[in-house]
């Protein structure tokens, strides 16, 4: 057992304890998150109900014991991670499980068994990515396998029989009875890529090298990422007819070139190539025209594309500060398919502006984590994998969010780890199992520093 000496009096510091007791706190805060889940799934239960849940019992131990499974998973596998992270995922996860099984009532197709079955196997990916990525540095050697393994998945559901056009999107691949988005998959591999790349061509794309009278600027070459980002984007845009993919994917390339670089100027010609590119897809494309119509005035198309967004914003005005109370709601009886999009809809009409905004808050929170992850990386390839999965999280909150309050065009995403939705939800857990080991690794480097000195 070492030990380290700071400033005087002499205080010693074990590696043991110390991990003992950031995994002792993520413990007590699972058990906090899955007592919240519990109480949400009881009060839901007695309203609609006023019994108490026949299978109460098998869901408060799917709950603790997936709870716990992934925490001992960690103690294990990544005994210095963030202990904030985890606990809040498992939040996030436990309340969009209450929402989606009591929306439910209003559904023939029933998603609940299915979410459930979607977070056991999330789970264990988590536990199965702590178990294969012992090292990020891996990672950056396989940067090509990478993104030909992105592409094809990219690719997927454009093949006959196998690719499956759902919603006018073309997005999602059929095995038997069970429908996937590769897509979900693919944009973690492209953040591992993005990395990798932008760390490896560092220098080309921040230092001027073309003097134009006395002033230096980035070399024209330099820009070819960009324009090929913006290609792949608008390409998926008008090949599988998705604006909130190439959307995300854009910003995400964007985001993290400017990370890469310091360099703003990157970000005002990408904003300028994709506001373009956007403008003439929705002159070419039906259905990016018939969002952003439905955007400026859903009113108008009351009947067709805007019936969704006007019963969301009633259902929000409906729940005022404190909401109806859960289980009391008529989001599901209103609004089509709440369970995906419109799930954030829902809380906000039954949890009011309180219930909505802890929700946000719980996503601030794991932003926050994931780039003081970022900052706090040991080297500039796991710097920037945590800071692009982190961008990917935020903007897919605010997006969907965005677009739910009319902000934005409504983009089709789902709301991480609380919407229904299996590949997001698998890939998800992958995204925070990633950022859980970049956390382990720097904590035990620092720790490491310490010793030394």
Same mark, same amino acid.
Not at 103 to 126: C, E, M, N
Not at 266 to 289: C, D, E, K, P, R
């Given at each position: #057992? ?82 904030? *992270?985890?606990?809040?995922? /498992? ?29 056991? *196997? ?72 993005? %990395? ?32 090929? %980002? ?42 300028? /190539? ?5 403008? #003439? ?51 599901? *009886? ?95 857990? /992958? ?18 520093? *310490?010793?030394?000195?």
């Amino acid at each position: #057992m070492s030990s380290i000496s700071v400033g005087s009096p002499s205080i010693n510091i074990s590696q043991p304890k110390r991990r003992h007791w950031r995994r002792r706190s993520e413990f007590g805060m699972i058990l906090l998150a899955s007592g919240l889940t519990i109480c949400a799934y009881l009060i839901v239960s007695l309203s609609l109900t006023s019994k108490i849940p026949s299978n109460l019992q098998f869901f408060l131990g799917f709950v603790l014991i997936l709870g716990l499974l992934a925490h001992l998973a960690t103690r294990v596998l990544a005994p210095e991670a963030d202990s904030v *992270l985890l606990p809040t995922v /498992v939040l996030l996860n436990g309340l969009g499980y209450v929402m989606i099984s009591r929306l439910d009532v209003y559904s023939v197709h029933k998603s609940a068994p299915w979410q459930a079955a979607w977070t056991a *196997l999330g789970v264990g990916v988590y536990i199965l990515t702590l178990k294969v990525v012992k090292r990020t540095r891996d990672l950056d050697r396989y940067r090509y396998i990478i993104a030909i393994i992105a592409a094809i998945l990219l690719a997927l559901p454009l093949i006959p029989h196998v690719g499956e056009n759902i919603g006018g999107a073309r997005l999602w691949i059929h095995i038997g009875n069970v429908t996937f988005q590769p897509i979900e998959i693919a944009k973690l591999l492209l953040v591992i890529f993005f %990395a990798s790349y932008f760390v490896e061509k560092k220098e080309l794309l921040s230092i001027g090298t073309l003097r134009i009278g006395n002033r230096l600027f980035a070399d024209p070459r330099s820009f070819g990422p960009i324009l090929l %980002a913006a290609i792949v984007s608008l390409m998926a845009m008008a090949i599988e007819h998705d604006v909130g993919f190439a959307l995300l994917l854009f910003v995400l390339f964007i985001s993290m070139l400017w990370i890469a670089t310091g360099r703003f100027a990157y970000v005002l010609l990408g904003i300028a /190539v994709f506001a373009l590119g956007t403008w #003439m897809g929705s002159h070419l494309l039906v259905q990016v025209n018939d969002r952003i119509v439905v955007w400026l005035d859903p009113w108008k198309y009351s009947s067709g594309g805007g019936f969704q967004p006007i019963q969301g914003i009633i259902s929000l005005a409906a729940g005022g500060l404190g909401g109806v109370g859960l289980g009391q709601g008529l989001t599901g *009886l209103y609004v089509p398919v709440p369970q995906s999009d419109y799930i954030f809809v829902a809380f906000g009409e039954e949890l009011g502006l309180f219930g909505s905004a802890a929700i946000i808050v719980a996503f601030l929170i794991i932003i926050g984590s994931g780039f003081r992850i970022a900052v706090a990386a040991k080297s500039d390839f796991a710097k920037l994998v945590a800071a692009g999965l982190t961008i990917l999280i935020g903007f897919q909150s605010f997006f969907i969010l965005a677009g739910i309050e009319r902000i934005l065009p409504l983009t089709g995403v789902t709301l991480p780890w609380v919407s229904y939705g299996g590949s997001s939800l698998v890939a998800n857990y /992958v995204l925070l199992a990633l950022l859980m080991r970049i956390s382990s690794e720097s904590e035990e480097r620092k720790l490491e520093d *310490l010793l030394k000195e």
